[in-house]
């Protein structure tokens, strides 16, 4: 009777055991797809990217600041598994760069602010130039809908605009902070296959120009077309 109910007990364990461990494995996180096939980890598609349009803008002692550029690059882009996350990771290089400078004064009197080029941006000698630091951010839900929130690798600066000894905003002006993509469709959207995401500002962007005070709060505004280098379609699942 002793060795029945011990074998009984110990069938009673194996069983929870192993739901216990199909419930683990059950569990996906956020994941990406090429070609329908879930990502295996380590395996790093390199992404490109097209900017339809895009502008910083933000505010800096009563001046507003529109940071305007034409063409970005990402430099080593990879969509990334480290299970169970699904995360993008890379550094964005905008050229074409000009920073339009608006008085209160002028927004007052309803006039429209100057290209300055005394604030021209420049990086490591390219005019026209911002170039951010590595970035990295999980492929989550936000609000509601999947986005990716990029951060610093390390630190809390996310680039340095660099400008010229007269320009009226400083020679160095640091963006602080991290910024959310999401897809333009929506959450429906970034899990729908296609070659090519549309991308915008989402929820979750919290980004500063100078110092991480309410009257420096900066925004991207625009929206960017993402797809791997092979041209696969690809899709994204957030949790």
């Known amino acids: 009777m002793r060795s029945r109910a011990t074998r009984r007990a110990l069938c009673l364990c194996m069983l929870v055991v192993g739901l216990m461990g199909l419930g683990a494995g059950s569990a996906q996180g956020s994941q990406w797809m090429v070609k329908g096939a879930n990502l295996k980890e380590g395996v790093l598609p390199e992404v490109k990217i097209k900017i339809l349009h895009k502008q910083w803008i933000f505010r800096v002692v009563g001046i507003d600041v529109k940071v305007l550029c034409t063409v970005s690059i990402l430099i080593g882009a990879h969509l990334k598994i480290f299970l169970p996350t699904a995360s993008f990771l890379g550094k964005l290089k905008d050229t074409g760069c000009t920073i339009t400078l608006t008085t209160k004064k002028e927004l007052e009197e309803g006039k429209g602010g100057k290209v300055s080029a005394a604030c021209e941006p420049t990086h490591l000698g390219e005019k026209g130039v911002i170039e951010t630091k590595e970035f990295e951010g999980p492929l989550t839900l936000v ?27 400083g020679e160095e002006i640091p963006i602080i902070g991290k910024f959310a993509l999401k897809d333009s469709g929506g959450l429906k959207g970034l899990e729908t296959e296609a070659k090519v995401h549309t991308f915008e500002e989402g929820p979750g962007t919290e980004l500063w120009a100078i110092s991480k005070t309410a009257e420096h709060a900066a925004a991207i505004q625009g929206k960017s077309e993402l797809e ?10 957030a949790e």
Do not use: F, R
């Not at 986005?147 to 905003?169: H, M, R």
């Not at 791997?228 to 699942?237: F, I, P, Q, R, T």
């Open 143 to 169: 609000s509601g809908e999947g986005a990716l929130v990029l951060a610093p690798k390390s630190g809390e600066t996310l680039a340095v605009i660099e400008t010229g000894e007269e320009c009226a905003i």
């Open 228 to 237: 791997l280098a092979s041209g696969e379609v690809w899709s994204g699942l």
